[in-house]
């Protein structure tokens, strides 16, 4: 599976490594993803989802519900 945060879509960006004579070579720009359990009340049931660190800090400040909602308008989850 391929390294994408199933809340926000993100995923790994490419960039340049400079040297010090300016010698550029490609390199990838990883997103920092953990796999997470989810409790959702409403539902009673538990989600394991794959998340970028930065929508943890979503979660926390708005709820896993608001942010699953979001989510599923912007086409990310599925249901």
């Known amino acids: ?9 993100k995923r790994a960006m490419t960039g340049n490594n400079v040297s010090h004579a300016l010698n550029r070579t490609k390199r990838k720009f990883s997103v920092n993803l953990v796999k997470k359990r989810f409790y959702i009340p409403e539902e009673d049931k538990w989600i394991t989802l794959k998340v970028a660190t930065s929508a943890l800090k979503t979660i926390n400040k708005k709820g896993i519900s608001a942010v699953l909602k979001e989510a599923r308008a912007k086409g990310f989850l599925k249901k």
């Open 1 to 9: 599976m391929s390294r994408v945060c199933e809340l926000t879509g």
